[in-house]
């Protein structure tokens, strides 16, 4: 797939990614985007996350318990 900028990018993958009430989480499964860097995968996140509808959380883990 071709698209001209990133906007373009997203939005054919995930059509209605700004839609509200937001999406239910189980439309996420049948589209992915893979990207070999890291770089690439963080600038897709910030632009998918700026696109979505909602209330950001932020979820925090751990990966020891004491």
Not at 46 to 53: A, E, F, I, P, V
Request: zero cysteines; proline letters at 8%.
């Amino acid at each position: 797939m071709v698209s001209q900028d990133l906007d373009t990018f997203v939005t054919e993958i995930y059509p209605g990614i700004g839609s509200n009430p937001p999406l239910p989480a189980e439309y996420f499964l049948d589209q992915m985007i893979l990207a070999p860097h890291n770089n690439d995968v963080d600038q897709m996140n910030d632009k998918l996350l700026s696109m979505m509808s909602g209330e950001e959380q932020v979820f925090h883990s751990a990966d020891l318990v004491v």
